[in-house]
């Protein structure tokens, strides 16, 4: 059975469980909800929580044992033979699971039976064509480990699935029995799902802390593996980024390094000054009517795909900056280039800058306004002594929130500033950020083993340490002017 349906019918059966506890915790009482401890959605949801947080949680624990279970078990089938050069363990596991895939696909499209599947030999052309049958197309030659792992593959995992859905129906069956015994009108079912409730949060946010734990851990581990094979001295300070799957590769980042802020700066020089222009005079200045038009045309800019944004710094915005600056100047012939990238990169962010700060410099007192205006200051004045300075720590978030997206960009530097790794200051020339070598480094059929595939995270890590410094700087700011103004 699959997952799908597996949580539907919990759903289905909490919901039951709903119903029929509220009815029970009456019936309990002669229908006098007054003579009950709790209200009567309270018994109705107290079974309908103990039939599916218990079950939900064995689907969850279920699915990641059964994912480390069956990868380990497969993997053992495979021989070193099967691994060419060129290759390694977690691509021949990669055929192994779209070679599994396949075959299920066979037998649910009624294209072969589960023992035809079962009794297939290693015969290149017989796996093709049963292959070909259903629309899926593999390129590596099948060996006899390979078709043997694949059908162990999805043996185990169909066989899993029954036993899975067996398992957790079992769980919500025992929890609403449970819940359902325990109604009765006496029974503090408020305190109960309160409780329960309580826990699901504490929860949810333990959930988010681990999945920051988790990314880090899992950026050190791999960073590390990578510091092994590759001098971290010439990772930080190289000049030269010159990857080689064949060996003699030039890992420096500091062309990268220098990319990245240079495009992220070009885009905050745009960003923050109009940005935050646009808010004083939206928040101080504009009319409700102008407000209301203003504001929802200024945020749909945020809502246009980075790929729209490329394509524009493409064919439109690299272009033009090429004919009436670059080449009359003489500093460049490409349309490609970080000033590109950073223009167009810059108004995409605006949003983040100017809707955050209109909200945060409307969120102080008016009384502050009139108090200063009171003392004789005039408009412009009250808003750069008094206003500001109020919301400098939403404004600070705001910058620094359009900083880590414009840092973290991708496709606008892709299409707008070219791959060109380079150290320069023309802001004519192209060049190219972490992210875009990050994602070159992971595309296609890499060697998670290789120095070159390992430096994505070396590279990802370097990013999430510069925005932590950037979190870093914006509370020492915060706090700074926070305690003048106070």
Known sequence: MSVFWTILIVLALAALGYILGRQKALNSVGGDSRRMHSLPRYYGWN??????????????????????????????????????????LSLVMADVRRLASGLETAISTGAMTADQVMALDASKDDIRGMLGKVGVAFGSDVTPHILAAAQNYREIVSAASVYR???????????????????????????????????????????????????????????????????????????????NFHGNSQLGMLPLLWGTLYVSAIALAVAVPIGLFAAIYMSEYASPRFRSIAKPAIEVLAGIPTIVYGLFALITVGPLLRDWLAQPLGLGNSGSSVMTAGLVMGVMIIPFVSSLSDDIINAVPQSLRDGSLGLGATPSETIRQVVLPAALPGIVGAVLLAASRAIGETMIVVLGAGAAAKLSLNPFEAMTTITVKIVSQLTGDTDFAAPETLVAFALGLTLFVITLGLNILALYIVRKYREQYE
């Open 165 to 243: 859905a067996i398992a957790v129906l079992a769980v919500a069956l025992i929890g609403f029995a449970y819940a359902y015994a325990q109604t009765n009108g006496s029974f503090w079912a408020r305190n109960r799902v309160e409780q329960v409730t309580l826990g699901l949060l504490i929860l949810c946010s333990m959930i988010a802390i681990a999945t920051t734990v988790g990314i880090i851990l899992s950026m050190v581990f791999e960073t590390g593996h990578f510091f092994g094979q590759y001098s971290w001295t010439e990772f930080f300070f190289g000049t030269t980024w010159s990857p």
């Open 47 to 88: 079974v309908a929580i103990f039939t599916m947080v218990p079950a939900f949680l064995v689907l969850i624990a279920w699915m990641f044992a059964q994912a480390e279970y069956v990868e380990r078990h497969v993997t053992s089938m495979i021989e070193p033979a099967d691994i060419g050069e060129g290759s390694n």
